[in-house]
C-alpha cells in the first residue's frame, strides 16, 4: 500500500529488465521446479522466500518466465498456500511484536501510533481481500485471534 500515514511521497526504484524468455544459463526445468516449490511451500515458506531460495540455491531467476505461473498460484493449483496473504500475516506479526512492547511499555505513545496504523493496514487489506474473495466474509481481525493464528 502506498505511504498513507506520512508525509513523504514515496521513492522510485528499479525496474526489471524485460525479458521474453528464460536466460541460458538457468534452470529451466519446469517439472523440477514446481516440485520445489511444493516442498518448500509444504514445510511453511512463503512465497517470496520461495522465490528467493529458487533464485539463490536453484539458478532459477524467474519463475513466471520459466513455467508460465507465478509462484502464488503454482502453490494454490498444489494446494499448500496458506489461508492468510502473505501480506497481511507478514503485517500480524509486526503488530503482535509492537503489542508485546506497548504491554511492557504502556507510556510509549509513538508504538501507540504505530500499532495503530498497523491495525488499521490489516483492516483495509481484509476489507479487499474479503471482497475478491480470498478470505472468507465472516474473517475479523483481532490480537487475540492473530496470536492463534500465527502461533
Known amino acids: 500500500m502506498a505511504r498513507m500515514h506520512t508525509r513523504k511521497k514515496g521513492q522510485a526504484g528499479s525496474t526489471k529488465p524485460i525479458r521474453t524468455e528464460p536466460p ?87 508504538n501507540k501510533r504505530a500499532l495503530n496504523n498497523k491495525i488499521s493496514k490489516i483492516r483495509r487489506l481484509e476489507k479487499y481481500y474479503r471482497r475478491e474473495g480470498v478470505l472468507p466474509a465472516d474473517w475479523k481481525f483481532s490480537i487475540q485471534r492473530a496470536e492463534m493464528l500465527i502461533s
Open 24 to 110: 541460458k544459463w538457468s534452470n529451466t526445468n519446469k517439472d523440477e521446479i514446481e516440485s520445489t516449490i511444493q516442498q518448500l511451500a509444504t514445510s511453511g515458506t512463503s512465497s517470496s522466500k520461495i522465490g528467493m531460495i529458487l533464485r539463490d540455491r536453484y539458478g532459477v531467476p524467474d519463475v513466471t518466465l520459466v513455467t508460465g505461473k507465478k509462484i502464488g498460484t503454482i502453490m494454490k493449483e498444489k494446494n499448500v498456500s496458506s489461508k492468510v496473504p502473505e501480506d497481511i500475516h507478514n503485517i500480524i506479526i509486526d503488530v503482535l511484536d509492537l503489542n508485546k512492547h506497548i504491554l511492557k511499555n504502556p507510556k510509549d505513545m509513538h
